[in-house]
C-alpha cells in the first residue's frame, strides 16, 4: 500500500510541475502572439501619403462588385450596369476615362460583343476601408478565358479595383496579364 501511495504523489507531484510548465509555455505563446499583432512603426523602403491605411471593408461591397462581374460574364449588361453609379471612371489598358453610366454601357456593351463566350474562374476578393472611411475598394483577383464569334479562344489573369460610394461602383480600373 505504501508503494502505491508513494507512486500516485508521485504521479501528482510531476503533473503539477508539468501544469506549471504548460502555464508559463502558454503566457509566452500568449505575451508572443500579442506582441506579434500589437502595430509597430514600420521604416518602409519607400513613402507614401498614408501607410497602411486600410481596415477590412463591408461585404456588401464584394457582393455589388462580384454581382456586376457576373451579370458581364453572362450577358446580362442592364443588370450588370445598376450597380454602377451615374458616372463612373473607367480604367483600362489605353484608357483613363470618367463617364455617364450611358457611357459605360456603350463601352461594357462594345466589349461583351466582342466574345461569343466568356468565363470567368475567380482566385480571391479584398474589401477594405480607409481608416478616415473616406474611401472603399474591393479588388477581384481572377481569370478569364474567352471565344471569340470567329471561334478564337484565350485567356488572362485579371485584377479589377473597383472604388465604391454609397453601395455603387464609381471607379473601375483593370489589370491584365495574357496567358500564353
Known amino acids: 500500500m505504501k508503494k502505491l501511495t508513494f507512486f500516485f504523489l508521485t504521479a501528482l507531484a510531476c503533473s503539477c510541475n508539468n501544469t506549471q510548465t504548460t502555464t508559463k509555455e502558454a503566457a509566452k505563446d500568449s505575451t508572443s502572439s500579442t506582441t506579434a499583432s500589437t502595430p509597430t512603426s514600420m521604416n518602409y523602403p519607400y513613402t507614401i501619403e498614408h501607410p497602411d491605411n486600410w481596415e477590412v471593408g463591408n461585404t456588401a ?4 462588385s462580384l454581382s456586376a462581374l457576373k451579370a458581364w460574364e453572362d450577358g446580362k449588361l442592364d443588370e450588370s450596369l445598376k450597380y454602377f453609379s451615374d458616372s463612373v471612371r473607367l480604367q483600362f489598358d489605353g484608357l483613363d476615362k470618367k463617364m455617364s453610366n450611358d457611357s459605360l454601357k456603350v ?4 466589349a461583351r460583343n466582342m466574345y461569343k463566350t466568356i468565363k470567368v474562374k475567380m482566385y480571391d476578393w479584398e474589401s477594405v476601408i480607409s481608416k478616415d472611411k473616406s474611401e472603399e475598394w474591393v479588388t477581384l483577383w ?7 464569334p470567329k471561334g478564337v479562344k484565350d485567356s488572362a489573369d485579371i485584377i479589377n479595383d ?3 460610394k454609397n453601395g455603387k461602383i464609381t471607379r473601375l480600373s483593370e489589370y491584365t496579364r495574357k496567358l500564353h
Not at 461591397?61 to 455589388?64: E, P, V
Open 61 to 64: 461591397n464584394t457582393m455589388t
Open 142 to 148: 481572377y481569370s478569364q478565358t474567352w471565344e471569340t
Open 107 to 110: 463601352i461594357l456593351t462594345n
Open 162 to 164: 473597383l472604388q465604391l
